[in-house]
């Protein structure tokens, strides 16, 4: 199969979309590419949580596990919560020296909180005294953090929670509110949370995100959210609106968002990274902590790797999206020192490959065994970056399914060097030194002539002839299913809508009679079909109860009449449907077949 990449058309999905929200601020696609345009081009950017919730930093009554969740998770009455403000006083803060770090380690944006889900204002709002005005520190950090973004030329953000727990007029009021009287009145939380917004937005200068969240709660709406998002962009037309100011109910994963009827101007999944994108014409990204918690929290010693954060920006970039590395600062205005020491190591390895991640495009191949790719397409051709994660062995690297013929082929380390690179049936092979310039990923630049042509790998009979389709290569047709990779998952699941289903396009030298299996894990009842040529096998799922625990369920016979390419898919059986995950389709040659 073999595929090319145009963007023009991908973002005219995106606006039809949007435009298909009724949004009133619906944009032409070309207004719409503008709008996003320093997005997709910086792909990588600092996330920031901090609030009175860095006070406790994580402990209290001999629990260390809280963080910004603190008011939530200990119940702790709100009136004793508000004492956290006059022991909040960052005098160390230094909004220069928190955009210098973010800015050496190659971030083009930060989004800060100006309010988490406590209500407490991290700037000095007229509306109300539960924000900074009430600690110590008399000064406004939102303030000092956007003339230093601007002076150094980093994109200004804004998180800013729609569910208030302070908020006397927030609809699901905590019992733990004892400074909260009456009855929640939306109406009047709904001016009172635009009365904010447009503080930031006509007293911060030019704001390059709005970062939405605590949208999930009942009392939020879709039209409510419709309305705030064409509030906030009347406010400044210019300014990009993540999806979680409505519904569908964006799960942390943001699958809700490639939906039909999202609003919004990107996908946000959450601590992980979708294993194939949201697809052509989605823009997204990925946020992620750098330890365990997004607050502060001076017991946390789980710190990722400066080589996963690298490989997690490449994997971002590489399926087209964005990465927000989230830091914690502490009540005193300090970023912790591992995150210091990571955002540093992130720099050195931006400054040599920041080229390969700027401005890219997703990769042409669906899968590469030692790392990703990122692409740059100009009518010249095409300029492939190839991320190594796994250096080869014998000094051979081989690209596969890549048909193109190779102009250049060089390490990013030393542009003036030229590597040796010759065509086989398998793809492209490089010739590589004996050892990889960088542990964390290296790069090499590959100038091709014309459009990326590959040669997508199917999956191939095993010597005893089994063919095994995995989730991994599974082709998905719908919006919502898609394929789960990473941490004990390798399935395709989100399997909501009976009408969306799967295929694997595969390659036999041996034909002839197969007995058909599928992995199959689901918590309640179910029937799926396979189809193959002509053929059609169905089954109940076995119901295993887990949508993590598998089983196989054999579903007959099927013949193959040919050697070479052919076609399988599993749909569901839409009466009586409940959502089901599969992790792969087993064809075992038919005893007694030839
Ligand atoms: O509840 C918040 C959480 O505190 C944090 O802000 C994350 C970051 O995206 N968002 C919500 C959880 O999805």
Redesign the pocket.
């Known amino acids: 199969m073999r595929t090319r990449v145009t963007r023009k058309l991908y973002s005219f999905v995106g606006f039809l979309l949007l435009a298909a929200a009724g949004l009133q601020a619906a944009e032409s696609s070309a207004e719409h590419d503008q709008r996003m345009e320093w997005f997709r081009q910086a792909r990588f950017g600092l ?1 920031l ?1 901090w609030g009175l919730y860095s006070v406790p930093a994580g402990e209290w009554n001999g629990n260390t596990n809280y ?3 603190f008011l939530e998770e200990t119940k702790m009455p709100v009136s004793q919560y508000e004492k956290f403000a006059s022991q909040f006083n960052p005098v160390k803060f230094d909004a220069n020296q928190w955009v210098r770090m973010a800015k050496d380690a190659g971030m083009k944006y930060i989004v800060i ?1 100006s309010k ?2 406590d209500g407490f204002g991290m700037f000095r709002s007229s509306l109300t005294d539960w924000c900074i005005k009430s600690t110590p520190f008399q000064r406004d950090p939102l303030k000092e953090l956007s003339e230093a973004c601007r002076k150094q030329g980093i994109k200004f953000c804004l ?1 800013h ?1 729609i569910m208030d727990w302070h908020h006397p007029d927030w609809g699901t009021r905590r019992p733990w509110n004892d400074k909260a009287a009456g009855s929640p009145d939306m109406d009047r939380f709904n001016d009172y949370l635009k009365g904010q917004l447009r503080e930031l937005l006509t007293g911060y200068g030019p704001i390059g995100i709005l970062w939405f ?2 949208q999930w709660e009942k009392p939020w709406t879709s039209e409510r959210g419709l309305d705030l998002y064409n509030y906030v962009r009347g406010l400044q037309p210019n300014i990009i609106v993540n999806n979680r100011v409505g519904k569908p109910a964006d799960s ?1 994963s943001g699958v809700g968002f490639a939906q039909r009827g999202r609003i919004g101007d990107y996908g ?1 999944p ?1 601590q992980e990274i979708p294993a194939k994108g949201f697809g052509p014409g989605v823009d997204w990204e990925s ?1 992620m902590t750098m330890n365990n918690h ?2 502060y929290n001076k017991y946390d010693q789980n710190w990722k790797s400066s080589t996963t954060l690298i490989r997690n920006l490449i994997d971002c970039s590489s399926k087209g999206g964005n990465y927000l590395l ?1 830091v914690g600062p502490t009540s005193e205005g300090l970023f912790p020192q591992a995150s210091v020491q990571r955002l540093a190591e992130i720099g050195r390895w931006m400054k040599v490959n920041g080229e390969a991640i700027y401005a890219t495009q997703a990769s042409p191949f669906e899968k590469l065994p030692w790392g990703r790719c990122t692409q740059k397409l100009s009518p010249k051709g095409a300029t492939l970056y190839l991320h190594v994660f796994d250096w080869p062995p014998g000094s051979k690297l081989l690209v596969p399914g890549l048909r193109n013929s190779v102009e250049k082929a060089y390490l990013l380390t030393s542009k003036h060097s030229s590597l040796s690179t010759h065509t086989s049936a398998e793809g492209v092979v490089i010739n590589v030194p004996a050892t990889a310039p960088d542990a964390a990923s290296s790069t090499i630049v590959l100038k091709i002539k014309g459009m990326p042509e590959v040669d997508q790998p199917v999956p191939r009979q095993q010597p005893d002839g089994t063919l095994v389709l995995a989730a991994g290569d599974a082709r998905l047709h719908g919006e919502q299913i898609r394929y789960e990779s990473g941490n004990q998952r390798d399935n395709i699941g989100f399997w909501f809508d009976p009408k969306e289903w799967v295929d694997w396009e595969f390659d036999v030298k041996k034909p002839g009679k197969f007995d058909v299996a599928v992995e199959i894990a689901a918590p309640a009842d179910a029937s799926i079909r396979v189809e193959c040529t002509d053929q059609r096998l169905q089954a109940a799922a076995p119901i295993t109860g887990d949508y993590g625990k598998f089983q196989w369920v054999e579903l007959g016979q099927l013949t193959i009449q040919n050697p070479g390419k052919g076609l399988l898919s599993i749909h569901a059986v839409p009466d009586g449907w409940h959502p089901v995950n599969v992790r792969s389709v087993r064809l075992k040659p038919a005893s007694g077949s030839k």
């Open positions: 996330f949580h963080g910004e969740w909180t988490h889900h998180y929670s969240d605590g942390a946000t959450e946020c997004w607050g989230n």
